[in-house]
Nanobody, 119 residues
Framework: QVQLVESGGGLVQAGGSLKLSCAAS????????MGWYRQAPGKQRELVAV???????NYGDSVKGRFTISRDNAKTTVYLQMNSLKPEDTGVYYC?????????????WGQGTQVTVSS
C-alpha cells in the first residue's frame, strides 16, 4: 500500500559528500516520521537520523554534525545530506517511514541503497 523509492547512493572518497532521497507514495493518510538507518557488513542495523511530522530531528552519535536530515514541503520525501564522509559510514542505507494508512498505522522500509566510502 505504501511504496518507498530511494536514490543517491554510490561510491565516494573519504571527506566527500552524498545526498540520499526517499520518496513515499501510496494510500497514506499521514506520515508520522521518516528516517534513515544503515547496516554495515556483520553489524546490526543502526539509526542514522529521523525527522518527525513536526520537524523534530534525532541523529545517531556517529553522524552528528556531519549529516543533515530534511523533508520537502509536501512531507513525502526525506533527504539525508552526508558530508565529511568516513570509511566507517560505508553500508546499506535504508529509508524508514511510520505512516497512518486507512484503518492502520504501519512501518515501511525501503529497498536500501549502497554507500561506499573509500579511504
Amino acid at each position: 500500500q505504501v511504496q518507498l523509492v530511494e536514490s543517491g547512493g554510490g561510491l565516494v572518497q573519504a571527506g566527500g559528500s552524498l545526498k540520499l532521497s526517499c520518496a513515499a507514495s501510496g494510500r497514506i493518510v499521514k506520515i508520522n516520521a521518516m528516517g534513515w538507518y544503515r547496516q554495515a557488513p556483520g553489524k546490526q542495523r543502526e539509526l542514522v537520523a529521523v525527522i518527525t511530522d513536526g520537524g523534530r530531528t534525532n541523529y545517531g552519535d556517529s553522524v552528528k554534525g556531519r549529516f543533515t536530515i530534511s523533508r520537502d514541503n509536501a512531507k513525502t520525501t526525506v533527504y539525508l545530506q552526508m558530508n565529511s564522509l568516513k570509511p566507517e559510514d560505508t553500508g546499506v542505507y535504508y529509508c524508514n517511514v511510520n505512516v497512518i494508512i486507512p484503518f492502520s498505522q504501519q512501518e515501511y522500509w525501503g529497498q536500501g541503497t549502497q554507500v561506499t566510502v573509500s579511504s
